[in-house]
């Protein structure tokens, strides 16, 4: 199995920066994709960015140019740096990884997710 566990979240004005950290620990060994999705209330899940253990990023058009995925494998954590943040990003983010090379909105969901962190951006 493997658990990741999520650091990070918390409350921020409009504007503001907030850095999130996912640290993957246990059965590791075929983990290649990291990354987080975030769901608001009310609103589907979505898939806020990707990477993989190559460092191949994906991101959602809505945080482009503001968010920066990242990842250092030697101590299996990935990490999300948010500028500019917004009020329609407040959300419970979570960590996500799979053993696939590529993080999506697809059905076929990631195996593995951590337990969540709300970010919450005030106007």
């Known amino acids: 199995q493997v658990q990741l566990v999520e650091s990070g979240g918390g409350l921020v004005q409009a504007g503001g920066s907030l850095r999130l950290s996912c640290a993957a620990s246990?059965?590791?060994?075929?983990?290649?994709?990291m990354g987080w999705y975030r769901q608001a209330p009310g609103k589907q899940r979505e898939l806020v960015a990707g990477?993989?253990?190559?460092?191949?990023?994906n991101y959602a058009d809505s945080v482009k140019d503001r968010f920066t995925i990242s990842r250092d494998n030697a101590k299996n954590t990935a990490y999300l740096q948010m500028n500019s943040l917004k009020p329609e990003d407040t959300a419970v983010y979570y960590c996500a990884a799979d053993p696939k090379s590529r993080l999506s909105n697809s059905n076929n969901a990631p195996r593995y997710w951590g337990q969540g962190t709300q970010v919450t951006v005030s106007s």
């Open positions: 990477i993989s253990r190559a460092g191949t990023t």
């Open positions: 246990g059965s590791i060994f075929n983990l290649n994709a």
